[in-house]
């Protein structure tokens, strides 16, 4: 007996599930406008997608009585109208859409189609070339997906009866800008420390004990500001540097930073520039003489060393280094 209740629930469960049609309106296809027949005696469901959370929606549902055409008649003379007949109506739509030239008048065209479509026959003979005619007013073209900093540029040109050009620009924005900026560049020696030395009473190479830990240099930065951060409080992008420090020795400097509203930037970053160190035929302790030594040249040799730098730049109307002279 249990088992035959079973059978039964899943009978009219299987059959109530048969006796549905589902509807889906799908939000994030924007706002369109469907039209297409349903089966009657079978219930709806109605499914919205892709609500966001943020909007308010109203959702009005309406169950709308048929309308009962009136009956056609046959009586003829000036008294009664004939009804027209929906088939005579489409067949005209369809003839006025194929002679019309103005682009203008073909979407109201189209509409009355639509509506003609809808309620036509399947047996009227015109009805599935006006669906077909319809499809072929409109063009569909494919664009893989744009690259921040490209346009599109879509023409459209009528040749004939009377020439006339459509246009259309789609502008992604702009990928970024470079914008100069001017600082101060602090540079510890964590990975290269420059070594001099100096000969003692003796001549005896001996090594400074005051050599420094952080050098300093004046830079110019240029920073790359990303479009898509463009309306940032903070933007980060590439750093790049020129500067010289107080040795006269150029800096260059190539890292990230990030700007506050465009005009202060912490720049980070390896930075490159000359060190002194003792010169490869030297050696620590070692006596120097005459037969040994160059005097012009001297006990240190100048090569380029990479460290990490730290930077605060500003971006100002003009170069701050500038001098009145310039």
């Not at 070339?129 to 879509?154: C, H, M, Q, W």
Request: glycine residues 6%; contains cysteine; proline residues 6%.
């Amino acid at each position: 007996m249990k088992k035959i209740i079973a059978l039964l629930i899943v009978a009219v469960f299987s059959t109530a599930s048969f006796a549905q049609i589902i509807k889906y309106i799908d939000l994030a296809d924007g706002p369109i406008k469907i039209t297409e027949p349903i089966e009657d005696g079978k219930d709806v469901v109605i499914k919205i997608l892709n609500r966001s959370k943020v909007n308010t929606y109203e959702i009005i549902i309406n169950r709308l009585a048929p309308i009962i055409p009136p009956l056609e008649s046959t009586v003829t003379g000036n008294t009664i109208a004939a009804v027209p007949n929906p088939c005579q109506e489409l067949e005209g739509i369809y003839n006025d859409i194929l002679g019309e030239a103005n682009e203008s008048k073909i979407s109201a065209l189209r509409r009355d189609l639509n509506k003609l479509i809808n309620t036509t026959s399947p047996a009227c003979p015109t009805r599935s070339k006006a669906i077909l005619l319809d499809r072929e007013l409109d063009l569909s073209y494919n664009i893989t997906s744009l690259k921040k900093g490209e346009v599109l540029e879509i023409t459209v040109k009528r040749i004939t009866p009377s020439p006339q050009t459509w246009m259309a620009t789609y502008n992604t924005g702009s990928k970024g800008v470079w914008k100069t900026s001017y600082g101060f560049a602090f540079m510890p020696n964590w990975f290269a420390k420059e070594k001099k030395y100096f000969l003692d009473s003796v001549n005896k190479i001996t090594p400074e004990t005051n050599s420094k830990n952080m050098d300093y240099a004046p830079c110019i930065f240029f920073n790359w500001f990303p479009g898509k951060q463009s309306l940032n409080a903070f933007s980060y992008g590439l750093s790049g540097g020129l500067g010289i420090n107080f040795e006269a020795e150029p800096v260059i400097f190539l890292g990230g930073s990030a700007t506050y509203h465009h005009n202060i930037s912490i720049n980070i970053g390896l930075v490159a520039y000359r060190q002194s160190f003792l010169k490869g035929r030297y050696k620590v302790g070692e006596i120097i003489n005459e037969n040994n030594f160059d005097e012009e040249s001297g006990l240190h040799q100048k090569l380029f060393r990479v460290n990490p730098c730290i930077a605060i730049s500003f971006r100002f109307g003009q170069n701050p280094f500038r001098t009145n002279e310039e």
